[in-house]
């Protein structure tokens, strides 16, 4: 006579197994609806999982099944990622107030801001909030979170009417802003005035607001700015020396004022700065590359050195992590390979459309990473250059080819816990 198992006699780690081995999410979501006993396996098995979601990432194909996922999981979730837009069948948003309970940070890249306002709103522990007002129909949001998300110290704001970001004002405990819309210069310094703990400030086109005198209100009012983004600007730059803090730059510089900006970052905030990032990849000559090679703290570095001469200043540099010299065409390898061999923390290196690197840029590259005492892989992309892609293969299996993870293609962005940048090719200029 055949024997009945009852599935709720297994033990847990049978449970536990038996989810392990459905692959399909959606596949241990419906298994978990089964009964209590199922439903706590899975909530047990995904106990540290799931803190930060994409929806266009999790493989549910309809509500019920995202539903029944933020039922078990959704007290897991602090980070949440939504693009999909208001013509996608499955809404999120909804069950996100619903269930996830200890939302941190959200990010709304699609939604129509007077239809998921609401729900928004109802998520009262966030933190960090970053909204594109996709077809321009909020009103009142701003004011809205102001009042009733009173956690919020990251704010970021895109498509944005001038009137509703006078409202950014009223957030004085605000540590990162990122607008990326046009306002005018006495209501950047308005706004600006009142966040006296603002850390982060990025910026888009700042040409019509920030001149050197807001630059330079913005220096008082906002004394703890450690990170700095903005692109064109008619400002004088020399007044970012007035940042007693800042550690991160990244700004478009025009050429009548790189060897004053250069000079004066090597000679006043040499001490604190880590991240120089050029927007467009610009050029630098020799001069200014011997500034740059004179702030000692550097760790990221994004330029175009002109050629060799350039990069021999550069390589007075020792702490550099990530180096970006795309689109240099006209440096060789020695002062390269020196640059490297100086900076033993180096973990990520962008040469794409170098074109006179070559193979044997590898061998030797090989022999200084081997000798490195930490030991630290570097990540390499080396698109467009004179290397041929299977010159890994091609070397003797004595080499330590495991400390170079070597790609072929454009580079994906430079990371780290704080920041990230898009390091993709830039040809303007």
């Known amino acids: 006579m055949a024997r009945t198992t009852d599935f709720s006699d297994l033990n847990f780690q049978c449970l536990l197994l038996i989810f392990k ?4 999410l959606e596949d241990q979501v419906n298994l978990a609806l089964c009964c209590r006993r199922f439903r706590d396996a899975f909530a047990y098995l995904h106990r540290q999982r ?8 999790i493989k549910l194909r309809n509500l019920d099944n995202w539903r029944a996922f933020l039922w078990i999981c959704g007290a897991n979730v602090k980070r949440l990622t939504c693009y999909r837009d208001d013509d996608h069948p499955l809404q999120v948003l909804p069950l996100v107030a619903r269930f996830c309970i200890r939302l941190e940070s959200i990010t709304l890249r699609n939604v129509t801001v007077s239809k998921a306002q609401p729900f928004l709103l109802q998520l009262t522990t966030l933190r960090k909030v970053y909204v594109r007002n996709y077809k321009c129909t909020s ?16 704010l970021g704001l895109e498509c944005f009417e001038r009137r509703e970001l006078q409202e950014l004002r009223h957030f004085t405990n605000l540590q990162e802003l990122q607008m990326y819309d046009e306002v005018t210069a006495s209501d950047f310094t308005t706004i600006t005035k009142s966040l006296r703990s603002l850390r982060i400030l990025q910026l888009r086109n700042a ?3 920030l001149t050197t005198n807001t630059l330079k209100q913005l220096a008082i009012n906002c004394r703890q700015i450690e990170k700095l983004c903005f692109q064109d600007s008619d400002a004088d730059l020399t007044a970012l020396s007035m940042f007693p803090n800042l550690q991160y730059l990244q700004v478009y510089c025009p050429d009548n004022q790189k060897t004053r900006l250069f000079k004066t970052l090597s000679s006043q905030c040499a001490s604190n700065l880590e991240f120089l990032i050029l927007h467009r990849k610009q050029w630098i000559d020799e001069e200014q590359a011997e500034r740059i ?33 795309q689109c240099a065409r006209d440096i060789g390898e020695s002062e390269l390979l020196k640059l490297i061999r100086n900076n033993e923390q180096l973990r990520y290196l962008n040469i794409c ?27 390499m992309y080396a698109a467009a250059t004179d290397i041929r892609h299977d010159i890994i293969e091609r070397l003797p299996a004595d080499f330590a080819s495991q400390l170079l993870i070597l790609h072929f293609e454009c580079s994906q962005g430079m990371h780290s816990t704080e920041h990230f940048y898009n390091d993709e090719p830039e040809f303007d200029r």
Request: aromatic share 8%.
């Open 21 to 24: 081995l459905l692959h399909n």
């Open 50 to 57: 799931f803190e930060e979601i994409v929806d266009s990432d």
């Open 139 to 154: 009103t009142d949001l701003i004011k809205c979170m102001k009042l009733r998300l009173p956690n919020i110290q990251y």
């Open 207 to 209: 040409k019509k607001f």
């Open 293 to 325: 090679g004179a702030i000692k703290t550097l760790k990221w570095l994004v330029c175009k050195p002109r050629n060799d001469r350039c990069v021999y200043h550069l390589a007075n540099l020792t702490q550099l992590e990530c180096l970006s010299l």
């Open 353 to 379: 459309y170098c074109l006179g690197i070559t193979d044997a840029f590898i061998v030797d590259l090989l022999d200084i990473l081997a000798k490195r005492r930490t030991h630290q892989p570097l990540i």
